[in-house]
Each structure stands twice: as C-alpha cells, then as structure tokens.
C-alpha cells in the first residue's frame, strides 16, 4: 500500500454520495454498482438520472462508459466497490483507450467483498486501485485525502477533458437503504431520465 493510499482518511460512503449528489446541478447520470454502493445511492436521493446496478459484479463502469459515449454532453459518474472493480479490471484500460472526457469513475475502497461476510478482496493489502489506474492508462487518477477534497475533486471532474478517477477510502458501515429490486422500472425510469424514452 503506497503513501498515497495510507495518508487517506477512512470516511463514509453514505456521505461521501450525498457530497457527490449534491453537487449535481446539470442531470449528470449516476450509475451505482451493485450492493451498498447502490443501497447509499438510492438512500441519498432519487433521481431520474440514477442507474441502480443489479446483480452483476464490476459492471457500473462498462455501463457508465456506454452512457458516456451515447451521450457526450451529458456528465456521467459511476460509483463502484473495489470489489467489484477487480472483477473487471480490463474495463479501466478499454476506458483509457476510448477516453470520454465527460466520465468520472468513483472507487469505492473498504478492502473487503463486504455484502458477501466481509471477506478481504485480494488487492486487500498489497494494490492501490488508483495506482493500478493510473498505469492502465487513466492519468487523471488521485484519491481523495478526506471530504473536502473529494468535493474538490468532485468539481474539478465536472469540467474535465478526459476521464477521470477518484478513489475514497471507506469504513465497513452498511448501506444506509435498500434499492427497491424492480429491474424493469429501474430502466424505464432512467431512460426518462436521460431523454431517450418518451412518457406513456
């Protein structure tokens, strides 16, 4: 674990996306990936713009890539566990590649599959998700050194010109609500919500 790493803050992910959240004045889509990184962001506050991620470990940035690219003048962030990131780690390189100025991708980092009983991840003590990006290609990687400076780096992403990572380090607390499980309502609301879906 680098420097970098241990010199940040163990904060609150229930907070920290109500930070992010509160700071969005422009339908920014939010893509939250599965467990309690999507519980907090249901509980942080229903948007038509949210994407509840169900069911499928390490897919929140693929999708937020997709949303991306269809959408370029839409500011797009994903919230993702580490956990779940190590389940996809290729997508980081396939982000760097296509570069979509307007994504900022969001690391969840606790150490732990923490759903599932808590078992530490493999990059546990010895991986620096935001090093491992940074090599893969993602330069505009840094983590956050407590709230306000994820607020800070929050801002500066919403101008970005390329994409962008933020890695925060979080405690083990549960997420604070539960996402209602409806996958056919969870689409259909965020396609409202991004403007490709006429109300019946």
């Not at 713009?49 to 269809?70: H, R, T």
């Not at 997508?91 to 590649?97: C, G, N, V």
């Not at 991986?127 to 330069?139: E, F, K, M, R, Y």
């Amino acid at each position: 674990m680098d420097t970098a790493m241990r010199n940040t803050k163990v904060m609150n992910r229930f907070d920290l996306t109500s930070r992010l959240l509160a700071k969005l004045q422009n339908e920014e889509a939010v893509i939250g990936g599965i467990g309690n990184t999507n519980f907090d962001l249901w509980a942080a506050g229903h948007r038509p713009q949210n994407f509840y991620m169900l069911g499928s470990m390490g897919l929140a940035f693929p999708i937020a890539l997709g949303v991306a690219l269809a959408q370029p003048e839409r500011r797009v962030f994903a919230l993702e566990g580490d956990g779940s990131l190590l389940m996809q780690l290729g997508s980081l390189t396939t982000i760097a590649t296509l570069a979509p100025a307007n994504l900022t991708m969001v690391v969840m980092d606790n150490g732990i599959y923490q759903i599932t009983g808590a078992q530490p991840t493999p990059a546990a003590e010895v991986g620096d998700i935001v090093a491992i990006a940074a090599a893969s290609g993602l330069p505009n990687s840094a983590w956050a050194h407590d709230e306000e400076d994820f607020e800070r780096l929050v801002e500066e992403a919403l101008s970005a010109t390329g994409p962008t990572l933020i890695g925060v380090r979080i405690d083990d607390k549960p997420g604070v609500g539960t996402t209602r499980r409806d996958p056919v309502q969870i689409r259909e609301r965020f396609m409202l919500g991004l403007g490709v879906r006429e109300p019946l």
